[in-house]
């Protein structure tokens, strides 16, 4: 590997700076990929809810990034975080059913 300087610092910690960056950009545009992919297939299923599942894709990918290897593991945590709010958003329909001949007899 040939250095050479220019404006007073080295060409290869150049490129092995716009290398890091480079590397940096890919992984947050799969995290993004990743978030669009999962959030496109829950979405639909929570009608008014669907704030809850940005919360949930955020929580996802803050405890993705906490692990070190977050492209390994933000697939995984958002779909099981998407899921369990799924599940929550069908429990409170299923209550809201339940509930609405009680409020309208009151």
């Known amino acids: 590997m ?3 300087i220019e404006n007073g610092k080295l060409v ?11 590397s940096c950009r ?6 993004e990929d990743v978030r669009d992919q999962v959030a496109g297939e829950f979405r639909d299923r929570l009608e008014e ?11 996802a990918e803050a405890l993705a990034w ?4 977050p492209q390994l593991f933000f697939p995984v945590l958002a ?3 998407a899921s369990a709010v799924t599940g929550w ?18």
């Open 26 to 31: 890919r992984l947050l545009a799969q995290i």
């Open 49 to 59: 809810h669907k704030h809850v599942l940005d919360l949930a894709l955020n929580e």
């Open 79 to 81: 779909t099981e975080k």
């Open 89 to 106: 958003h069908v429990r409170q329909q299923s209550l809201r059913q339940r509930t609405a001949p009680l409020l309208a007899a009151a």
């Open 12 to 22: 290869s910690e150049m490129n092995f700076g716009v290398r890091c960056v480079a």
């Open 2 to 4: 040939m250095n050479k």
């Open 66 to 69: 906490e692990s070190g290897f």
